[in-house]
């Protein structure tokens, strides 16, 4: 196995304990974030679980066409702790570490920067597929947050 790092960033137009606050709340803000590459969620006190897809995105006919029953998933639960500006989701199952970093960029703004390390496949092409697959979702993680502080205006 091979350690692993994907990172991901965005800016948002909010100060950055706002932000932290919204990175925290497991109940209400993290659900409407996630992406469809998460299943199962559910919030156990300071653990939280879910399953998430790590394969690239193909159409599903090619997995029933090529004999491959289901994606490839991992199933989660993770340890949370909060720092200052941090947030740390240690996986109890697998060495897997999400460090969700909240940095101010004056008074009203932030770079919110999410970081995965975790032991991966030693094939070169599994360890390109799922760091592709896990920045994909995370940067789209990201949008959705983005968008939950600035959501979109209806064009006209």
Same mark, same amino acid.
């Given at each position: 196995?091979t @350690?692993?790092?994907?990172t991901?960033?965005?800016?948002?137009?909010?100060p950055?304990?706002?932000?932290?606050?919204a990175?925290?709340?497991?109940? %209400?803000?993290?659900?409407?974030?996630?992406?469809?590459?998460?299943t199962?969620? %559910?919030?156990?006190?300071?653990?939280?679980g879910?399953?998430?897809?790590v394969?690239?995105?193909? @159409?599903?006919?090619?997995?029933?066409?090529?004999?491959?029953?289901?994606? @490839?998933?991992?199933a989660?639960?993770?340890?949370?702790?909060?720092g200052e500006?941090?947030?740390? *989701?240690?996986?109890?199952?697998?060495?897997?570490v999400?460090?969700?970093?909240?940095?101010?960029?004056?008074?009203?703004?932030c770079?919110? %920067?999410? %970081?995965?390390?975790? *032991?991966?496949?030693?094939g070169t092409?599994?360890? &390109?597929? *799922?760091?592709?697959?896990?920045?994909?979702?995370?940067?789209?993680? &990201?949008?959705?947050?983005?968008e939950?502080?600035?959501?979109?205006?209806?064009?006209?």
């Amino acid at each position: 196995m091979t @350690p692993l790092r994907v990172t991901a960033l965005t800016m948002v137009n909010k100060p950055a304990a706002e932000v932290h606050t919204a990175l925290l709340d497991y109940e %209400q803000v993290r659900p409407a974030l996630l992406t469809e590459e998460f299943t199962d969620y %559910q919030v156990h006190g300071t653990e939280v679980g879910w399953t998430l897809l790590v394969d690239e995105r193909r @159409p599903k006919f090619l997995y029933r066409m090529f004999g491959a029953h289901k994606r @490839p998933t991992w199933a989660c639960r993770a340890h949370v702790e909060a720092g200052e500006l941090s947030v740390v *989701e240690r996986d109890t199952e697998r060495p897997l570490v999400t460090t969700w970093t909240v940095t101010p960029n004056g008074e009203t703004r932030c770079v919110v %920067q999410v %970081q995965l390390d975790w *032991e991966g496949p030693d094939g070169t092409r599994a360890r &390109l597929r *799922e760091k592709l697959a896990l920045r994909k979702t995370y940067e789209t993680l &990201l949008s959705n947050l983005h968008e939950h502080f600035e959501p979109k205006r209806p064009r006209k």
